[in-house]
């Protein structure tokens, strides 16, 4: 172990001093943090973990992380009405820079009880508001979300779309194909077709749209396309112990983020990703150590993607953030109340070493009878069962709850909840306008804005005019056409004249009398909170003429 801990100690005063060993010609780190503009920003999100994490992971790995380089503050992850925050305001937070409800992604809050928040109207309840991968589009740039969870998940969700309800995957996965994102990779192939209420085939959209629609790693890893959907899995990835066990067809993060970063980058005008390792979210909430450390460290793997480049660039602006805290992980249990203080660092990472596979690929090995539990065990890393642990497995209701346990008993790790917490997290950056210090969730989308040079409240008053409201200054009568309940349809008429929108879509019809009408497309979507249609300034310009 002192070997181990000279080994650590060593790569982490290195890394603190800079990080120059991630490429031959870097820019020099005061040259790159004097720029107040970024050319290309890239947002890396942690969905769920800890500082605990990041500790147990050092550890685990045995050298510093790619993040110990950029540690650069804390930031505040409490939403409009809760000390502990759900990921769809904190992501909504990160992507918009506003407080919201549990549940609400890219939309106001309709209820706020935590102190210092500002109050929102009742009219403003549930209104949409823009989002920094909205205002980097708009910008001329290239956008890409990158996702380890279905594409259509909270995360994800919030920097690409605007709903009440972070369920609602069918209204997200249309909002996201509509929005012509550039680069599209994660899970979650059943909402672009399959378990849709409202029957249509998304994938005969993103055909459309040409993009190159990959559902394999090496599919994705050949393509030369500028514009790729990658969708490789009906719903989550596997967790990336697991993932060349069970699932070798699926890239990894680090491959998706790298390939996202290389598309994206041929764009000249610059480029907004956003990637987000989701399954540290799902291991803490199992209270699953090995998972989280493990999808930790792919996650990390991301950031230095992320950071070979953006040292290369000297244009690139990195943020690397969890959303929020989750399952109040400890290094410490009540087995070491007492030896703490002589408990050596091999009785908390040898444990954890000895499992193969997380809980979640474990218990895909488990047979229907139970016959094979030992098996299932040892891949968990509990080897050489005793006979009490046996019997616990043996007579348990939910042997994956038992098997993390058991786990988390032999390396001493403690867990507070299955749930969120509202602890502050650490805070990374690297590049232009990086945040530091102590910092609130929102202050990073308001970064992220400002460093490529537009404002959030304007974009939020061009992309989301109350259509209702603006059509009948003009002396149109309007409606919402609900006959196909699952796609509303906003529709305006003065004499023979109409005007069709769509909800989630980013497309506008005008109809003079009998025509057949003329339709555009824009790049922004229409979207609908159940009250009110929004549309853009562009969409309602057009529709003027």
């Known amino acids: 172990m002192p070997g181990l801990q000279k080994k650590w100690l060593s790569a982490a005063l290195v890394g603190a001093a800079a990080i120059s060993s ?48 950029i540690l650069t503050g804390a930031v505040r992850t409490y939403s409009a009405e809760s000390a502990i925050t759900d990921s769809a305001p904190a992501g909504t937070a990160l992507a918009t820079g506003n407080k919201s409800n549990s549940g609400y992604v890219g939309v106001l809050p309709s209820l706020v009880t935590t102190p210092g928040v500002e109050a929102v109207a009742q009219e403003d309840a549930f209104k949409p508001v823009a989002n920094v991968l909205e205002g980097a589009k ?20 919030a920097f690409s779309s605007h709903v009440k309800s972070r369920s609602n995957y069918d209204d997200i996965a249309e909002q996201q194909v509509f929005q012509n994102i550039d680069v599209v990779l994660g899970g979650g192939s059943d909402p672009l077709n399959k378990s849709r209420k409202d029957g249509d085939d998304l994938l005969t959209v993103i055909e459309e749209k040409e993009y190159d629609y990959v559902t394999t790693r090496d599919e994705l890893l050949s393509s030369d396309s500028n514009k790729i959907w990658g969708s490789f899995a009906p719903k989550a990835l596997a967790y990336e112990l697991d993932r060349e066990k069970t699932n070798p067809e699926q890239p990894s993060l680090a491959e998706m983020t790298g390939k996202a970063i290389d598309t994206l980058s041929k764009d000249q005008d610059g480029f907004f990703l956003m990637v987000e390792g989701s399954k540290i979210d799902w291991a803490a909430h199992a209270n699953d150590p090995i998972g989280m450390v493990t999808d930790f460290l792919e996650f990390d793997e991301a ?31 009540t087995n070491t109340d007492s030896t703490y203080d002589t408990t050596p660092v091999s009785a908390y990472i040898d444990p954890l070493k000895e499992a193969t596979m997380t809980v979640e690929g474990a218990l895909s090995l488990l047979k229907e009878d139970k016959s094979n539990l030992a098996e299932v065990a040892a891949s968990y890393g509990l080897k050489d069962l005793t006979a009490d642990e046996l019997q616990a497995l043996q007579t348990s209701e939910d042997v994956g709850t038992t098997l993390v346990k058991l786990l988390s008993t032999r390396a001493n790790i403690g867990f507070t909840t299955g749930g969120h917490t509202g602890d502050d997290v650490f805070l990374y950056s690297f590049g232009p306008s990086r945040p530091t210090g102590l910092v609130d969730n929102t202050d990073l989308a308001l970064t992220m804005a400002g460093a490529m040079g537009f404002n959030l409240d304007n974009l939020t008053q061009t992309l989301f005019v109350d259509a209702k409201a603006e059509f009948e200054k003009l002396g149109f009568t309007t409606q919402i056409d609900t006959t196909n309940e699952n796609n509303p349809v906003f529709v305006a008429k003065n004499n023979d004249r109409t005007i069709i929108i769509p909800e989630n879509r980013n497309t506008v019809t005008i109809q003079n009398g009998d025509s057949n009408g003329n339709t555009r497309q824009f790049d922004s979507v229409a979207v609908y ?15 003027k003429q």
């Open 529 to 543: 909170n159940d009250e009110k249609f929004f549309i853009s300034e562009e969409m309602l310009n057009f529709a």
């Open 22 to 69: 991630l490429s031959v010609a870097p820019v020099s780190a005061e040259e790159t943090e004097n720029k107040t503009s970024a050319k290309n920003v890239i947002m890396l999100v942690m969905d769920g973990s800890s500082d605990n994490v990041s500790t147990i992971a050092r550890w685990y790995k045995g050298e510093s992380l790619a993040l110990d380089n």
């Open 303 to 333: 950031v230095a993607e992320a950071l070979e480049f953006a040292e290369k660039d000297g244009e690139t602006l990195v943020i690397a953030v969890t959303d929020h805290g989750n399952s109040g992980i400890t290094i410490g249990n």
């Open 138 to 157: 708009k910008s001329g740039r290239a956008t890409g979300i990158v996702s380890t969870s279905e594409i259509q998940h909270a995360t994800p969700a």
